[in-house]
């Protein structure tokens, strides 16, 4: 009977990872949602726009500290033809690095402490669609190929729809071996070992296998897709829960 029920949630999974992998599929056109087409140009709309502004402008307040703000774009699939019901609204903040008086890893600590706590504070969507906020530096070299200029409502990298060949049979394949390892860490975590060393290994082994893909094929490469396949059914989430309950048995005393 266990082994029924266990190959019936593997066929379930299965069945969920290309349901999400279908996800990446091209478009004939951005959301509607988010843009519409003016003389045969898609610009975002206005309601979209304002309410985008006033979100960042909000975030800054909570930030507390006065940055001089170069831009706000949006990025992401939600400024291109492979956005689908998983896409969030990527919307980042451009200030320079170089402007302040900080020290560099100090302020990316806490721009990443203060982002992390306005997004769990706040269940911001925008017509159904996930609002996360980043802060990014104005010389950090944009990848992705939709960039939208919310505050200067204009394209400052016009998406072009292309037809992608993805491997879908690959990006399962890939996203598969690191969902065994992540299901591996949780088993000896609930078995009382210790996996800290193993999460941090993972999460940069996961973080160059990323980055590896973004650098040779971009958005399209099956290495950026299987990760993003990874977030979108929840292992992500998953190894960084695994982090946290780590880090609090460490630091509890049971008896």
């Avoid at 279908?22 to 959301?31: A, Y």
């Amino acid at each position: 009977m266990e082994n029924i029920q266990i190959v019936n949630e593997l066929i379930e999974e299965i069945g969920n990872n290309k349901e999400i992998v279908k996800s990446f599929e091209v478009k004939d056109g951005l959301s509607k949602d988010i843009f519409i087409k003016k003389d045969d140009q898609f610009v975002m709309v206005e309601e979209i726009r304002s309410r985008l502004l006033e979100v960042s402008e909000s975030f800054m307040k909570f930030i507390d500290i006065d940055f001089f703000v170069h831009d706000i774009i949006l990025t992401g699939s939600l400024a291109n033809f492979n956005w689908s019901s998983y896409s969030d609204v990527d919307l980042h903040i451009l200030i320079d690095y170089d402007e302040t008086e900080y020290n560099l890893d100090l302020l990316k600590g806490f721009f990443d402490s203060k982002r992390s706590l306005w997004n769990k504070q706040h269940e911001i969507t925008i017509k159904g669609f996930d609002c996360e906020i980043y802060v990014q530096d104005v010389n950090e070299k944009h990848l992705s190929s939709g960039v939208y200029s919310v505050l200067n409502n204009g394209w400052i990298v016009t998406p072009e729809k292309t037809i992608q060949s993805i491997d879908k049979e690959m990006i399962i394949k890939k996203s598969k071996s690191f969902e065994e390892d992540i299901d591996k860490i949780e088993v000896k975590l609930k078995s009382g070992k210790d996996v800290i060393d193993q999460i941090k290994k993972l999460k940069l082994k996961l973080k160059r296998f990323r980055q590896s893909g973004l650098d040779s094929g971009g958005e399209f490469s099956y290495e950026n897709l299987a990760f993003k396949l990874l977030r979108r059914n929840g292992y992500i989430g998953k190894l960084m829960d695994l982090q946290t309950q780590t880090t609090d048995k460490k630091l509890s005393i049971t008896q």
